[in-house]
């Protein structure tokens, strides 16, 4: 088995227009100075030219020698917000243009066009910059329906997938053809949510090899779904890992749905890692047992704790979970050290019986 890497770090919630904020460099001299040694790098143009980098690599190479520069390496590449616009339903359209390029605003059909090529030019770009998984959203057709109120129409939820498994099974194709892994947030409001709706998903793209899980346990803690138990059944396809913290506290008030509280007030709420509810034990002794070889990435999300705090804790809280995983049994200084006519007579074997 071998040990995973890391501590890496999602630069998705600390991009910004200040310096050091504001560039790949200085957001890679940052992360380095807080002991961070990867880097996951959202597909924003003000880090990275995804067309140049699908088709250069020499371009690729560049980036990655600015990077290690400062001791960093690129984790994965993640684009979660162009992920989320391959498949959106009309009651969303205003609220994820803002994901979209302006002159794509109010016109779903290009929307999905562009989102479509920039998740395709990404899987080339993480095999040009020699990476092995990638981490984007699903988007969601059925997420409107996802409580049984009214009653759903026989078949809904199936075209949904299968509509969904139409829209991905190219792009999923695309990352077979670079050697990449293409792996899903299980995340609220994606189709893919939980693990009976990546059982769904799975099966209507016909167990595609790269059809892999972005494992988050913190979304799971919100929903209350067993997240160690999700390590056991979906392990072999488990690429990418996000170390992230959440709490649930219900109260005769507010429970999983929210009320719609803001997030401070919400039962179930996002915490800065090591300050909320999840088993991080359990979950780096699981993924340990496994044999999980990816990254552990901190993305850093809380409704309490600054940012800056979040990510210079993140560091060693990953750093000290990650198990360097054994290369003997524990036991080998008791071992017997007797050769096989010996074991035979322990079971009371006669030598040429057979």
């Known amino acids: 088995m071998t040990a995973m890497k890391g501590p890496g770090i999602f630069l998705a919630q ?25 880097v996951q790098i959202p597909c924003d143009p003000r880090l990275i030219d995804l067309k140049t980098a699908a088709e250069s690599k020499d371009y690729c190479d560049e980036l990655r ?47 999905q066009a562009w989102a479509v090529e920039q998740v395709t030019l990404a ?32 078949g809904l939820v199936e075209e949904a997938f299968a509509e969904l498994a139409r829209r991905w099974t190219p792009i999923l194709n695309a990352f077979e ?22 059982e769904r998903f799975l099966a209507a793209v016909g167990e595609h090899p790269r059809a ?30 996000h170390v992230k913290d959440a709490e649930f506290n219900p109260s005769g008030r507010s429970g999983v749905y929210g009320g719609y509280e803001s997030w401070v007030n919400r039962a179930g709420r996002f915490r800065s890692t090591g300050d909320g509810q999840v088993d991080f034990v359990g979950v780096f002794s699981k993924l340990a047992q496994y044999g999980y070889k990816g990254w552990a990435v901190l993305e850093w999300e809380c409704a309490l704790k600054r940012s800056e705090d979040g990510a210079r804790e993140g560091a060693p809280f990953i750093r000290d979970h990650i198990i360097r995983v054994t290369e003997r049994p524990f036991d080998d200084f008791a071992a017997s050290g007797v050769d096989r006519a010996a074991i035979r ?9 057979a």
């Open 14 to 38: 600390f991009l910004g227009d200040t310096a050091p904020f504001d560039t790949l460099d200085g957001l890679a001299e940052w992360a380095a100075g807080l002991g961070f040694v990867g």
């Open 65 to 111: 020698g600015r990077l290690a520069r400062f001791g960093i390496e690129p984790t994965e590449l993640s684009t979660h917000l162009q992920g989320q616009l391959v498949a959106v339903h009309p009651a969303y359209d205003a609220l994820f243009d803002g994901f979209a390029p302006a002159e794509v605003h109010g016109r779903p059909d290009a929307r």
């Open 123 to 154: 899987a080339k770009a993480s095999a040009n910059l020699g990476l092995s998984a990638h981490a984007t959203f699903s988007g969601a057709l059925a997420w409107p329906y996802v409580y049984p109120w009214p009653q759903r129409p026989a």
């Open 177 to 198: 053809d670079a050697g990449v892994d293409c792996a899903f947030e299980i995340h609220a409001g994606e189709d893919i949510h939980d693990g009976a709706s990546w």
């Open 212 to 241: 892999r899980i972005l494992f988050d346990p913190s979304h799971y803690v919100l929903q209350q779904l067993d997240y160690l138990d999700f390590i056991d059944r979906y392990h072999d396809r488990i690429s990418c890992f």
């Open 345 to 353: 007579s322990l079971l009371g074997l006669k030598e040429g019986e």
